[in-house]
């Protein structure tokens, strides 16, 4: 089901008519492969397990709320990125997505680079011990600081992203005799079909500069003056969650035809074209996403025929899958509280967790599948509406779905797909604390980023 979200938010006193519903699922206790990671089953006692340990079990041993990431799963992403695009292509993990030590030492051994865009993000990437040069430094309006830092590290791009950026990048350069690879980030004015908050390529947005006006080739002419400067490429990201190949086809041809450009008025063929990211991962069985390698055979087919006609050389090419690698590896355990049965309207079912641990359905009308997974239960199925403990009206964590209703307090329900931006996005909302990452495989499961306590919140607060 799909909703025109408003600017605000879900329209206030939203009630939908009796039938606008899908029909429920034949059997609520089936567990659609498409939304959960690859190692998710459900046992012979009802129970759902991950990586071979029942969530029964996680959650006496690590409470709720909790993430629960699917290491095999997220590494056989990995290759999977890493095999599609082969050997004459970069694949640059989206930290933004979420990113910790852990994250950035499993990148490293199945061979991916990694994209940041913050100080924090850095500091993670060499704290543990992800080759400076397979970095890429993104952000539309880094600090001194991180601009310094970044290059000191030795980073193996940055990606520019406004007029002031390329001249503060190239002085700091020259100020510590470096000379710096960099992209520069284009707008192509491509309309993506998402969320008008994580479209990134119309031009009335934040990020890049504009191919429109001629922007885009004066800041070429920009960098290729400046002796600080390595100038290997373009960088283009049109946007998130995206399932419709059209607008990277449109993308890549007006960032080939930018390249032509360059090479007729400055002689010089750059060497890179960065499609960025953006693939969309199923949330719900609705969803159809695109595996890689279809992926990457249509970039590269696209690349290659606007190349041919441009007489260009074919460019490197590099992607920035970071969703479409950890969204489906990860799922939100938590407890159920209370229900509150509304007659003629659905059923809401609260939950221990809430809008602290995921923001994106409040923030973008995000939709999320749940199931019961501490038990089956062949109940007939009721429309809830799962919702945390905040105090706000829109702290809903899956807006509409279809649960047994026989759930009760007790019952443990388990939010699909979690790995993307919810830990990354979390907050201190009423003082929660923020739930922790447990990774699971083999029959193990370990920490990765620990629990918040209150003793983390005090001392963050100094009086």
Not at 178 to 189: E, N, S, Y
Not at 288 to 294: L, S
Request: net charge negative; hydrophobic share 40%.
């Amino acid at each position: 089901m799909s909703r025109s979200a408003h600017p605000a938010g879900p329209r206030h006193a939203d009630v939908l008519p009796e039938g606008h519903y899908s029909a429920p699922p034949t059997d609520l206790n089936a567990l659609d492969p498409k939304v959960w990671s690859r190692t998710v089953t459900r046992g012979a006692d009802g129970a759902v397990s991950v990586g071979g340990i029942e969530v029964t079990r996680l959650a006496e041993e690590f409470g709720t709320p909790a993430y629960f990431l699917d290491e095999d799963d997220f590494r056989t992403r990995c290759r999977a990125w890493r095999d599609a695009f082969g050997p004459d292509a970069d694949v640059f993990y989206a930290g933004k997505a979420f990113l910790s030590r852990a994250v950035v030492k499993w990148l490293h051994e199945e061979g991916l680079n990694l994209d940041v865009c913050s100080g924090g993000e850095l500091a993670t990437a060499l704290a543990a011990g992800m080759p400076a040069e397979r970095i890429a430094f993104h952000g539309n309006n880094k600090s001194q600081e991180e601009i310094e830092r970044a290059i000191e590290a030795g980073v193996g791009r940055i990606v520019l992203d406004s007029f002031q950026e390329i001249v503060r990048v190239a002085h700091t350069a020259e100020r510590l005799g470096k000379r710096q690879p960099v992209q520069i980030r284009v707008t192509v004015g491509v309309e993506a079909h998402t969320h008008e908050f994580i479209a990134t390529a119309h031009e009335d947005q934040k990020f890049g500069i504009a191919l429109a006006g001629g922007q885009a080739a004066e800041a070429v002419r920009r960098a290729l003056k400046l002796d600080g400067l390595e100038l290997i490429g373009i960088h283009s990201h049109i946007g998130s969650q995206i399932f419709d190949m059209a607008g990277f086809e449109v993308s890549a041809r007006r960032v080939v035809q930018l390249l032509a450009e360059v090479r007729d008025e400055h002689g010089v063929e750059l060497p890179e074209i960065d499609l960025g990211g953006g693939l969309g991962i199923a949330y719900t069985s609705d969803d159809d996403p695109r595996e890689p390698h279809e992926i990457a055979k249509a970039l590269g087919e696209i690349v290659a025929r606007e190349c041919e006609a441009a007489k260009l050389r074919m460019p490197r090419i590099s992607v920035e899958p970071g969703r479409a690698i950890v969204g489906p590896t990860a799922f939100t355990l938590y407890e159920v509280g209370t229900i509150k049965p509304l007659e003629g309207l659905r059923t809401y079912v609260s939950v221990d967790g809430g809008m602290s641990d995921n923001i994106r359905t409040a923030l973008y009308d995000a939709e999320y599948s749940v199931a019961l997974v501490s038990r089956t239960s062949d109940a007939e199925p009721m429309l809830a509406r799962v919702v945390g403990k905040h105090c706000e009206s829109g702290d809903i964590v899956v807006r509409d779905a279809f649960l047994p209703a026989d759930v009760a307090p007790g019952d443990l329900i388990a939010v699909p797909a979690t790995g993307a931006y919810c830990r990354s996005m979390a907050s201190n909302y009423n003082h929660s604390l923020r739930p922790p990452v447990v990774a699971v495989r083999d029959g193990q499961a370990r920490v990765v980023v620990r629990r918040e306590t209150e003793e983390d919140l005090l001392r963050l607060d100094v009086g």
